[in-house]
């Protein structure tokens, strides 16, 4: 929806009006609202137009799947854990995901990027 509004070319300030005021997002909290208002703006004035077309244009699916690689783009932890735990359980036909992969996961990257807590 808020790529709607960008591709109508609707100002920061509308959009923000429909978010908080109208509730378009349709949550309780005015706090979540602008929380989720403001990592939205974020992730779609970082993409590319042909996204934003996508994202506004697009069937359920493509919208799905163009927000998620926006998200990958941004969380490079994230996408690690797609590449090198569920990609991996995928080949391997495994849809399960336990908590020893992810503490496993966790602890590798502990090790690699000391910083990561």
Do not use: W
Not at 22 to 35: A, K, L
Not at 78 to 83: G, R, S
């Amino acid at each position: 929806m808020i790529a709607q509004l960008i591709c109508q070319g609707e100002s920061e300030a509308t959009i923000r009006q429909k978010v908080l005021v109208e509730d378009i997002f349709q949550m309780r909290s005015h706090s979540s609202r602008e929380r989720t208002l403001q990592n939205v703006l974020k992730r779609l004035h970082n993409a590319p137009p042909i996204y934003l077309e996508l994202l506004a244009n697009g069937n359920l699916d493509v919208r799905r799947l163009t927000n998620l690689f926006l998200i990958l783009r941004e969380n490079r932890l994230l996408c690690e854990l797609i590449d090198e735990v569920l990609l991996e359980k995928l080949q391997h036909f495994d849809v399960s995901v336990r908590a020893a992969d992810l503490r496993s996961f966790f602890e590798t990257k502990r090790e690699q990027i000391p910083n990561i807590t």
